[in-house]
Every structure is written in structure tokens, then in C-alpha cells.
């Protein structure tokens, strides 16, 4: 079982950047492939990027080119750099762990299905 906990959520201004941070803990985080959400007011959980155990990523139209996902494996975190941020982008955001048996390349499903959710932390754009 993996415990996940989010940090470094805010409130910026439309273009401006956040760093989102996950720490990882409980299991062996190299054996768990990782991604961000995020649920805005009204609407879906919408997967953002995953990374697998490789490192190897896959993003989502809606954050390609502009967010950054990265993982360290020795000091067992995650990170999102959120750069030209939108309005649109305020959501709470989420990241999420599900073990390497159940990964599946460019898809988020897994993570619903099997995964381990981290209680969020708020990223709100203002215009």
C-alpha cells in the first residue's frame, strides 16, 4: 500500500507557474507507476500524465508543452511544474500511484480501477 500526500497548490495569476510536489510512502515507490489528476467545480476527474517505472511519460492534450511531470525514485517523490498556467487549470489536483502489474501505456484508467490517491491539495488561476 502506498500513502501519497500532495503539497504546493496556490493561487496565481493567469501565465504565472506552481510546482506540485507528492511524497511517497508505505511500499517500494520504483515498483509504481504515477500520475497527476485534477477535478475541477462541475466537472470529471480528468489524468493530466502518467510516468511508468521507466520514466517514461504520456500527457494529455489539454497540459502538453505546458506542464512537466518528474519522479524521484531515491527520495521517493513526484512532481508537477505547471508553467503558462490558464484559468481554466484551477482544479484540485491530485496524484495517484498504481502498482506496475496494472500499468497501461497512455491510460488513466488504471489508476481509478486499482490505484492510490493522495487527499489533493487546490491550484486556483485568476485571470
Known amino acids: 500500500q502506498v500513502r501519497l500526500v500532495e503539497s504546493g497548490g496556490g493561487s496565481v495569476q493567469s501565465g504565472g507557474s506552481l510546482r506540485l510536489s507528492c511524497a511517497a510512502s508505505g511500499s517500494t515507490y520504483s515498483n509504481y507507476c504515477m500520475g497527476w489528476f485534477r477535478r475541477a467545480p462541475g466537472k470529471e476527474r480528468e489524468g493530466l500524465v502518467v510516468?511508468?517505472?521507466?520514466?517514461?511519460?504520456s500527457y494529455a492534450d489539454s497540459v502538453k508543452g505546458r506542464f512537466s511531470i518528474s519522479r524521484d525514485n531515491a527520495k521517493n517523490t513526484l512532481a508537477l511544474q505547471m508553467n503558462s498556467l490558464k484559468p481554466e487549470d484551477t482544479a484540485m489536483y491530485y496524484c495517484a500511484a498504481v502498482y506496475k502489474t496494472f500499468c497501461r501505456r497512455d491510460s488513466y484508467s488504471p489508476f481509478a480501477a486499482s490505484g492510490y490517491w493522495g487527499q489533493g491539495t487546490q491550484v486556483t488561476v485568476s485571470s
Open positions: 510516468v511508468d517505472i521507466n520514466g517514461v511519460t
